[in-house]
């Protein structure tokens, strides 16, 4: 098994920056790679970020790609989350979440495509 924690999240002005972690514990080797979610009052959960475990491949929303960045290091069990530029349109409870080597894949971007999960730690920006 394996238990996700995020932290970092708080309360930032637009335009500004935030970083949040998300520290693995419990048996991480099991973890193929890793994503970062975002879900807001009323809204579905979307995806964000995603980065292979193994390597440096990693994926992003349209609506972040370019002020986001997804890093890791394994060494540490952590997965970092940079945000730069912060939007109002940001602000959401965002969620960590890890799939386990040998499930059944499908996009990465995709709730469907893990099996563990953080509780969240929330962002919030304001004009």
């Known amino acids: 098994h394996v238990q996700l924690v995020e932290s970092g999240g708080g309360s930032v002005l637009a335009g500004g920056s935030l970083r949040l972690s998300c520290t693995t514990s419990g048996n991480t080797a099991s973890i193929s790679s890793m994503g970062w979610f975002r879900q807001a009052p009323g809204k579905e959960r979307e995806g964000v970020a995603y980065?292979?475990?193994?390597?440096?491949?990693?994926i992003y929303a349209d609506s972040v790609e370019g002020r986001f960045t997804i890093s890791q290091d394994n060494t540490k069990n952590t997965m970092w989350l940079q945000m730069n530029s912060l939007k109002p349109e940001d602000t959401a409870m965002y969620i960590c979440a890890a799939h386990e080597r040998g499930r059944p894949a499908f996009g990465a971007l995709y709730a469907g495509h893990y099996n563990y999960w953080g509780s969240g730690t929330q962002v919030t920006v304001s004009t």
């Open positions: 980065i292979y475990t193994g390597g440096t491949n990693t």
